[in-house]
């Protein structure tokens, strides 16, 4: 089952192998804030209503001795994930070149690595000049980014191993039954 955290560290991982930009989840800019520029990655929405998915189930051989097969199941959906992708820095101009870095992640460069874990962009929104005036009309730090839509595949399994042979017994009525049978001996 892929999750949030894998999406993000692929993420942060083709940022820096592509055009060499820090990265970081932006839950963790608190306890580990790095030099200027810095990208940060921020969940924004997780959906994954709306959708019953594609269940399967089949008979595989056991993993255990006591049985002859397992039930194997799976449900397969797509659920989405909306991040915002900002660049962080002191110098305006630098900042701006690593929004465009990120767009053109999330539009072409990044394709491999993201169909190398069963995701795909949805969306890619436009670069929002995100910066905050903190003392007076003075930035104290340059903020440009843009949202992006993901969906994902994502699998859950179980496997469990299959009944056999049965004896169920119990009282109906005035009479006691007894139920017996075996897969294996097709009784």
Known sequence: MLTIHEI???????????????????????NRRPNYPFVTIKVLSFDVTGEAGNYKAEFLDSLSDKFKYDLSESLEFEPTVTLSVQAVGNDEFEVRDIADKLYSYFKFVGKPALDGINAVVVDAGGIQNRSVALMGDKVIEYVYGLDVRLRYLNTIERRSPDIESWNIGGKMGKNYFNIKGDIRDGK
């Open 8 to 30: 993000k560290r692929t993420i942060i991982k083709g940022l820096y192998d592509e055009f060499g930009v820090k990265a970081i989840d932006a839950d963790m800019l608190l």
